[in-house]
């Protein structure tokens, strides 16, 4: 499934989320990462200490999704201050004194 505005797609499918318990807000690109993450840690009882390496790249990849957003929203900045100034530099030949409309 493809997520507009995204380079990853979506591998775990929502039958297989919900059949994991995943929270909602946990369902993105990074999903089908954390169901066998979720799995070891109920396997090992939760020990900080296990399961290091499904967490280093479930981690890795919400890292990466919020790079892509933060990238995404950096260039729709520029483009709107792009946009206000062409708009402030073609404002310039606006007179000074409007005129009213009973004029």
Known sequence: MEVPGSS???????????AAKIPLGSRDQCAHLLIPLNKCRQAEFF????????????EKCEYELVMERML?????????????????????AVPLIPKTANA
């Open 8 to 18: 990853k797609k979506m591998i775990a499918t929502q039958e297989e989320m919900s």
């Open 47 to 58: 020990l900080p200490w296990k399961c290091e390496d499904e967490r280093h790249v479930y």
């Open 72 to 92: 995404a929203m950096k260039k729709i900045r520029e483009e709107e201050a792009l946009a206000k100034q062409n708009k402030l530099q073609g404002n310039a």
